[in-house]
């Protein structure tokens, strides 16, 4: 089949949907090597989002490999700007370290480059479909984009049921896995923000675990992020929601309120819920994954950036011999899926991710002196606790599709 023969998309080499920071990644580093590359993303402005991400040296080693790490820069703050708080003691301030950019900051600062070597659509795809060898996007004009290869680079799909764009089946492995609150708010007393950003994690037993992470926004203004494993059912919840975010947040998070002292609240709260999910079976579809898109993280750390960049770096190396066996009708997607350095990764995210919410939440003794200890544990202990936790967690996503939880 030749381009002529298509007639109701266009065709390019290779065909991304969404560009988030896989998304753009990929595409970048795809059309830096000569493919015909068309990204289709629904927001044209990324949303002053909640995910405020803390890049760790693999992510920033991984920005530097795709040559993207001197766009990044304006837009990093290192991490001795940020005042870090445990349990209700400073525990750093001035330490070298990762990285922390708010995330659409990261995706603003990457895409003006994408539009310079790819065709960018701003729209939605509303579906995926495989016509022999040629992969079709269907936008929601009615517009078709066609590719020699699809990469569904759209983030983390809604656990239990199906995909919106392949129609494929969603395995779930933890839902409702962790929820995060955001709002803008001002301190009573504004000197009190003196670093550009403070974090404040409470890692003990009596109260579960926390992370409330804030960041000057100029003017006074602040932006708060508050992760939590709390159930939709929880009291500290309703109470947050219903208008008492200063109380909950008093009683919840030490350090703040001796710190930084009282705050008003300048905008809603927005809760995103995040489910561990994944696609069953991705490969059967003939479409190509990646980042969260591929199987979603813990919010919690720098995992999901790093997952998603080595999902890049080996889509990169299979994507040639990609494009040309998919013109013969005979690419083999298992060659991405089951990929060593991929699964290494992938298993690796999914363990820690599986290991957060158990330190956080389970009371049980294993976990609870886990909690307790905190960062002193030897990594031998934790890797036999990591070892555990994803086995017992794969075997229950296997049994159930109900999740960690049951
Ligand atoms: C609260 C929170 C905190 C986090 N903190 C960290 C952290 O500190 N460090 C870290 O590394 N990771 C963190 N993560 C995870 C990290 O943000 C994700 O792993 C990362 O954003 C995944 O990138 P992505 O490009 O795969 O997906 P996304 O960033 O979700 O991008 C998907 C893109 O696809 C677009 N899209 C979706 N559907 C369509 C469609 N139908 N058509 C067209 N476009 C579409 C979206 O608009 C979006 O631009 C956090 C996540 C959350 C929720």
């Known amino acids: 089949m030749d381009r002529s023969s298509i007639s109701q998309g266009q065709l390019y080499d290779v065909v991304v949907v969404g560009a988030g920071a896989v998304g753009t ?38 920005f530097r490999e795709l040559g993207l790490l001197e766009v990044l820069r304006p837009v990093l703050m290192p991490l001795d700007s940020v005042a870090h708080f445990r349990n209700g003691h400073l525990v750093k301030g001035t330490s070298e370290g990762p990285y ?34 040629i992969k079709s996007v269907r936008l929601e004009s009615g517009q078709v984009v066609c590719g020699w290869i699809v990469v569904l680079a759209n983030g983390a799909v809604q656990a239990g049921g199906v995909d919106p764009l392949t129609e494929g089946p969603v395995r779930t492995i933890c839902p409702e896995y962790s929820r995060t609150f955001s709002w803008d708010l001002e301190f009573e007393d504004t000197d009190r923000m003196t670093h550009p950003a403070l974090v404040f994690q409470t890692t003990h037993s009596a109260h579960g675990y926390h992370a409330l992470k804030l960041f000057d926004l100029g003017e006074g203004r602040v932006r708060a992020n508050f ?12 109470e947050l929601l219903e208008g008492d975010a200063l109380s909950v947040v008093a009683r919840t998070v030490e350090g703040l309120i001796p710190y930084a002292g009282p705050f008003r609240m300048m905008s809603p709260i927005e809760e995103t819920v ?28 720098p995992l999901g950036l790093r997952k998603g960049l080595h999902d890049v770096r080996v889509l990169a190396e299979l994507m040639s011999r990609w494009e040309r066996e998919a013109r013969t009708g005979s690419e083999d997607l298992s060659a991405y899926y089951a990929h060593p350095a991929k699964h290494a990764i992938d298993g690796e995210t999914l363990a820690r991710s599986v290991r957060d919410r158990k330190v956080a939440i389970d009371w049980r003794p294993a976990w609870a002196t886990r909690r307790l200890i905190g960062d002193r544990i030897p990594d031998w202990v934790e890797a036999a606790f990591v070892g555990s936790a994803v086995r017992q967690s794969l075997n229950l996503a296997r049994q159930s599709r109900s999740g960690l939880d049951s």
């Open 227 to 238: 992760l939590t494993y709390w159930s939709s059912g929880d009291k500290r919840r309703r």
């Open 274 to 301: 995040a489910d561990l999910s994944q696609p069953e079976n991705p490969e059967e579809s003939g479409i190509v994954s990646a980042g969260d898109a591929c199987g979603a993280t813990a919010p919690s750390g």
């Open 25 to 62: 990644a990929l595409a970048w580093k795809l059309a830096a090597e000569g493919y015909r590359v068309c990204v289709c993303e629904q927001n044209q402005s990324v949303p002053e989002s909640l995910r405020l991400d803390a890049l760790s040296h693999p992510v920033l080693s991984l």
């Open 100 to 133: 922390v950019v708010s995330y659409d900051r990261l995706v603003e600062s990457l895409r003006p480059r994408l539009v310079k070597v790819a065709t960018v659509i701003w729209e939605r795809a509303v579906q995926v479909s495989v016509q022999g060898r």
